[in-house]
T-cell receptor
Framework: QQQVKQSPQSLIVQKGGISIINCAYENTAFDYFPWYQQFPGKGPALLIAIRPDVSEKKEGRFTISFNKSAKQFSLHIMDSQPGDSATYFCAASTGYSTLTFGKGTMLLVSP | DAGITQSPRHKVTETGTPVTLRCHQTENHRYMYWYRQDPGHGLRLIHYSYGVKDTDKGEVSDGYSVSRSKTEDFLLTLESATSSQTSVYFC??????????FGPGTRLTVT
């Protein structure tokens, strides 16, 4: 049973637009929610992470929005650029336990 | 890649042969992980280690074994490789605040 559901599977956004990727989780004990970015041929790299004591975290053009009651969190990429084209993974964990990953979203930002 | 190397980076092997993948870190972190990445499945945890000689199974551990005799090295062994183990394998380490860093990956093809 998948504990973290990620959508959409793929996404095409025009340059300058907003990319939005959503994740939903089931385990209410999760308390750490990172997003990873992966370019072809590379390992995933931590992009931004949030803990449930805040509803939003922003780092540059990347924002995580967190809705604890709905058990959902999302990644917003503002002013999307072709260089943002990559696969994005959401994940969740409890304390220092292992991460549970979503299945990933392939983002293509068209010039 | 946060001081993580994986070897080999690419390997082609035949069904039934043993294969060992190596992960080496220079960060002296306690936790190390092995994941496999397959299209449509995202990243799935195979095994992890929480110290020298301390390991535990992940969600897809069947057919795999691990060993950790030194802090810096975590080995993944396929005792008798099968075609279903064709995948990209990533090693990861975790620092003290739950941030995970991934290695560059090993592409394994079992023919």
């Amino acid at each position: 049973q998948q504990q973290v559901k990620q959508s959409p599977q793929s996404l095409i956004v025009q340059k300058g637009g907003i990319s939005i990727i959503n994740c939903a989780y089931e385990n209410t004990a999760f308390d750490y929610f990172p997003w990873y970015q992966q370019f072809p041929g590379k390992g995933p790299a931590l992009l931004i992470a949030i803990r449930p004591d805040v509803s939003e975290k922003k780092e540059g053009r990347f924002t995580i929005s967190f809705n604890k009651s709905a058990k959902q969190f999302s990644l917003h990429i503002m002013d999307s650029q072709p260089g943002d084209s990559a696969t994005y993974f959401c994940a969740a964990s409890t304390g220092y336990s292992t991460l549970t990953f979503g299945k990933g979203t392939m983002l293509l930002v068209s010039p | 890649d946060a001081g993580i190397t994986q070897s080999p980076r690419h390997k082609v092997t035949e069904t039934g042969t043993p294969v060992t993948l190596r992960c080496h870190q220079t960060e002296n972190h306690r936790y190390m992980y092995w994941y496999r990445q397959d299209p449509g499945h995202g990243l799935r945890l195979i095994h992890y280690s929480y110290g020298v000689k301390d390991t535990d199974k992940g969600e897809v551990s069947d057919g795999y074994s691990v060993s950790r005799s030194k802090t810096e090295d975590f080995l993944l062994t396929l005792e008798s490789a099968t075609s279903s183990q064709t995948s990209v394998y990533f090693c990861a380490i975790r620092d003290s605040v739950s941030e995970k860093y991934f290695g560059p990956g090993t592409r394994l093809t079992v023919t």
